[in-house]
């Protein structure tokens, strides 16, 4: 009778821990804005010398130094996650 007793408190037990949801879970971006604009600027000083007059249509450079900016972002930031209470 008191084996029987056990294994019902063990189970209560099994059944509340499994059913509790996981911890919530959020995510945000750390970045280090010094490196990220030293990264950027060294990205910009590799670049050859940029066309003097824009074209008919568009400035390609735009891209180009887009493209700095946002490789810059990705090596400077790093992805920081938090439990939620």
């Known amino acids: 009778m008191r084996e029987i007793e056990k294994l019902r408190s063990l189970l209560a037990v099994l059944l509340f821990t499994a059913c509790t949801p996981p911890p919530q879970r959020t995510w945000h971006y750390d970045c280090d804005a010094t490196s990220q604009r030293e990264i950027f600027l060294s990205c910009l000083e590799r670049l050859p010398r940029g066309p003097e007059r824009l074209a008919v249509a568009g400035n390609d450079w735009d891209e180009v130094v887009a493209e700095c900016r946002d ?6 930031c790093k992805v920081v996650w938090e439990v939620v209470p």
Not at 71 to 76: D, K, L, N, V
């Open 71 to 76: 490789t810059a972002t990705r090596i400077a």
